[in-house]
């Protein structure tokens, strides 16, 4: 299970990273374009706003295994254990029921939407709404991973590349 853990994960991290190589590429090129050529690319800005919708959803999950989402915690900060775990508890119930409503609604969203075409790339909206699917389902993975510290230790997952506390302070 461990392995699978580390592949789900960098798998999930190379797909944030060639996503954001590819729009930074995308935009630096139509901007150089405009101001050099006064030409730009016609898709240039559909396609990385897309890419923006797939970075937001694709990298809810790791920034969820990790603490980094924003949290009220004085509740549970105030309660005995027993009663911070209860409330943990019903957190995670309430945000695993969010993450498959987010993939219900994903799914309907890509039924209704197959045939009606972006603008300037004419691809299917229901290839843009598949993220909402996609990251419902990635979200749900990730936090099976840590789900059980969090509840019971307020703990998330940590490693060399990336510290929610630290991030947090700044």
Known sequence: ??????????????ALILLLAAMSVIIFTNVALRYLTNQSLEWAEEVSRHM???????????????GGH?????????????????????VAALLFAFFGFMVWYGWLYMQRTMFQLTAV??????????????????????F????????????FAS????????????
């Open 121 to 142: 790339t004419q691809i299917p909206f229901a290839y843009i709404y598949s993220a909402m699917l996609i990251g419902g389902v990635l979200l749900i993975v990730h």
């Open 159 to 170: 490693d060399e590349h990336f510290d929610a506390n630290a991030s947090a302070s700044l």
């Open 144 to 155: 099976l991973f840590v789900v059980k510290p969090y509840v019971l230790r307020r703990e």
């Open 52 to 66: 923006m919708i797939w970075l937001t959803f694709l990298g809810a999950g790791p920034v969820l295994r990790y």
């Open 70 to 90: 924003i949290a009220v915690e004085n509740l549970q900060d105030a309660l005995p254990r027993a009663g911070a775990i209860a409330v943990r508890m019903v």
């Open 1 to 14: 299970m461990q392995a699978f853990e580390r592949y789900f994960l960098a798998a999930n991290r190379w």
